[in-house]
């Protein structure tokens, strides 16, 4: 039986479309692993692509048929080989991926060295237009953050709280996600841990105590890591605080190229 196509009919109305396509469809994928190879995992995609004014409606089940293509090779390296196929499958001039999905490493406690499993949650953000590629990987991590305010002028102790890191960058070449969770986790007071016995969380406490930083020292730090890397010449930062003494968060966002206003600007790297 032949069926007809309506998405391919003529609209009533003939205006163009930016995007459109499928949104929070979960499927396993693999993603690059630096010490293992690779890591399977599960994605949460969005599909897009654009629809000239005189397609009523795009074809929704191709989005699927092409992932279904790719299955355990869907990974950086390969993002644009999908959106080629996007492209040409659905008749588009652009398409568009976003994945998001969890990301695991084994991480051990700092003075007993008990390994445990710490989630990160990563994306990837693609498109391809007018032979043009533009690709995003970026990373959320959690930290931890101890208030330089409150250290200095308290008699003792000091508020401290989980923060959460969100990096996000566009490079030349190749950037391990453990690469950017080890820039993040560096420019913080601490890092979280999943498992701590009682002498890492006396290390974790008095490790926080020495290296109190605002929102502000946590984005401008990760920037200075994220300035040397020559490769990435465009990048995101945003540190989120849940403050524990307040009932509002602290945030502090930056992106390079850097929009500075002021008189002076001038940054300084110290390799």
Same mark, same amino acid.
């Given at each position: 039986?032949?069926?007809?196509?309506?998405?391919?009919?003529?609209?009533?109305?003939?205006?163009?479309?930016?995007?459109?396509?499928?949104?929070?469809?979960?499927?396993?994928?693999?993603?690059?692993?630096?010490?293992?190879?690779?890591?399977?995992?599960?994605?949460?995609?969005?599909?897009?692509?654009?629809?000239?004014?005189?397609?009523?409606?795009?074809?929704?089940?191709?989005?699927?048929?092409?992932?279904?293509?790719?299955?355990?090779?869907?990974?950086?390296?390969?993002?644009?080989?999908?959106?080629?196929?996007?492209?040409?499958?659905?008749?588009?001039?652009?398409?568009?991926?976003?994945?998001?999905?969890?990301?695991?490493?084994?991480?051990?406690?700092?003075?007993?060295?008990?390994?445990?499993?710490?989630?990160?949650?990563?994306?990837?953000?693609?498109?391809?237009?007018?032979?043009?590629?533009?690709?995003?990987?970026?990373?959320?991590?959690?930290?931890?953050?101890?208030?330089?305010?409150?250290?200095?002028?308290?008699?003792?102790?000091?508020?401290?709280?989980?923060?959460?890191?969100?990096?996000?960058?566009?490079?030349?070449?190749?950037?391990?996600?453990? =690469?950017?969770?080890?820039?993040? *986790?560096?420019?913080?007071? @601490?890092?979280?841990?999943? &498992? %701590? !016995? +009682?002498?890492?969380?006396?290390?974790?406490?008095?490790?926080?105590? =020495?290296?109190?930083?605002?929102? *502000?020292?946590?984005?401008? @730090?990760?920037?200075?890591? &994220? %300035? !040397? +890397?020559?490769?990435?010449?465009?990048?995101?930062?945003?540190?989120?605080?849940?403050?524990?003494?307040?009932?509002?968060?602290?945030?502090?966002?930056?992106?390079?190229?850097?929009?500075?206003?002021?008189?002076?600007?001038?940054?300084?790297?110290?390799?």
């Amino acid at each position: 039986m032949k069926l007809p196509d309506i998405q391919s009919s003529y609209p009533e109305e003939k205006i163009p479309i930016e995007k459109v396509g499928i949104k929070n469809l979960r499927y396993p994928i693999r993603v690059l692993d630096r010490s293992k190879g690779f890591q399977d995992t599960v994605g949460e995609f969005n599909l897009y692509v654009d629809l000239p004014s005189h397609f009523k409606g795009t074809h929704m089940s191709r989005f699927v048929e092409i992932l279904n293509e790719f299955k355990d090779e869907i990974h950086v390296k390969n993002i644009r080989e999908i959106l080629k196929k996007l492209k040409k499958k659905l008749n588009a001039r652009s398409a568009h991926l976003e994945v998001y999905f969890p990301y695991f490493l084994e991480k051990r406690a700092p003075v007993s060295g008990i390994p445990s499993l710490m989630e990160y949650q990563a994306f990837i953000k693609a498109s391809l237009s007018k032979g043009k590629e533009d690709l995003i990987l970026g990373v959320k991590v959690p930290v931890m953050t101890l208030c330089p305010c409150s250290k200095t002028i308290s008699q003792y102790g000091a508020h401290n709280q989980r923060g959460l890191i969100t990096l996000a960058v566009r490079s030349h070449k190749f950037i391990w996600l453990e =690469e950017l969770i080890e820039m993040a *986790e560096e420019s913080a007071s @601490s890092p979280v841990y999943p &498992l %701590l !016995k +009682r002498p890492d969380e006396k290390y974790v406490t008095e490790k926080a105590y =020495e290296n109190p930083k605002f929102v *502000e020292d946590v984005v401008r @730090s990760v920037a200075i890591k &994220l %300035l !040397k +890397r020559k490769e990435i010449y465009w990048f995101s930062v945003e540190a989120e605080n849940l403050e524990s003494i307040h009932g509002h968060n602290a945030y502090a966002y930056l992106h390079y190229p850097f929009e500075d206003h002021s008189s002076e600007s001038s940054i300084s790297i110290k390799e």
